[in-house]
């Protein structure tokens, strides 16, 4: 066992035990900090997978943009008087049964492929810079429409947030 | 035992179950949401993967890349929706919620 695999396997136990008090955790609050550990233990992976510009983006947006949002959400939707905030959950063994099978499906898929592999270490350099390149050429398409996407979601988050003001005026 | 794409893969299914269940089980709008970012993580995780073993160069983080874009743009969205569930019906627990319309 190098020091490759004890880093993946601590990487992977953050995300596991992160995402699973995430999806366990009674406190609503508790859930969205572990959620905080998730991300970064994702983009941990990402770095072990030589994807260094995707590992810092997973990071900015995610942490810095999404989980922020979502704190903000919970804090607006809740009478945030204690700092207990309890959520239920609802049929939950069925829920269970059918994520076990999915798990166990897809884990017996993935280990029983037989998956064309790239034997070696590539060489490891930057991303950035050749992911730049194909998203101004090979992706030019999907990249600007991907630019109106977010434009017109933000726009229309904002609408959508303040609807009642302008629609009574 | 060497780590290959298997490893990869299968915590990439694991945190998608974890998210489906929290998806499936939760009350709470939120805490739905965070389940489909589990989701939309375990994705990535199986497109950086296959794009470092798999011999696709950089096609599979590309397109990572696009899957964070959409992520961030559903997060706003389904906020601002989960906003305007609150002020209408005071809760923002899916399973109270069952009118269009007030």
């Known amino acids: ?169 | 035992m060497q780590i290959t794409l298997t490893h990869y893969l299968i915590l990439s299914a694991i945190l998608f179950s974890l998210g489906l269940y929290g998806v499936v089980t939760r009350k709470n709008a939120i805490l739905v949401l965070m389940g489909i970012e589990l989701i939309l993580n375990a994705a990535n995780i199986n497109f950086i993967a296959f794009s470092r073993y798999g011999g696709m160069q950089l096609d599979g983080q590309a397109i990572a890349v696009f899957v964070i874009i959409l992520a961030a743009a559903e997060a706003a969205i389904a906020l601002a929706i989960v906003l305007n569930i609150y002020k209408q019906f005071k809760t923002v627990n899916v399973d109270e919620i069952n009118k269009l319309k007030e």
């Open chain 1, 1 to 169: 066992m190098n020091l490759f695999d004890i880093i993946f396997y601590f990487f992977a136990l953050i995300v596991l035990v992160s995402a699973g008090i995430v999806v366990f955790s009674r406190n609503i609050i508790h859930s969205a900090f572990s959620l905080l550990f998730t991300f970064f233990g994702v983009a941990g992976i990402y770095i072990l997978l030589n994807a260094d510009f995707i590992a810092v983006a997973q990071i900015l947006i995610y942490v810095g943009g999404i989980l922020m949002l979502l704190v903000f959400g919970v804090m607006l939707t809740n009478k945030v008087v204690n700092v207990e905030i309890k959520t239920g959950t609802m049929h939950t063994l069925p829920a269970a049964l059918l994520t076990a099978m999915t798990a166990g499906s897809l884990c017996g898929i993935f280990y029983a492929t037989d998956w064309t592999i790239v034997e070696g270490i590539p060489e490891i350099k930057s991303t950035t810079n050749s992911l730049g390149e194909m998203f101004m050429t090979t992706y030019l398409l999907p990249f600007e429409v991907a630019s109106v996407v977010l434009l017109v979601a933000l726009i229309g988050a904002a609408m959508i947030a303040r609807r009642d003001k302008s629609l009574q005026q």
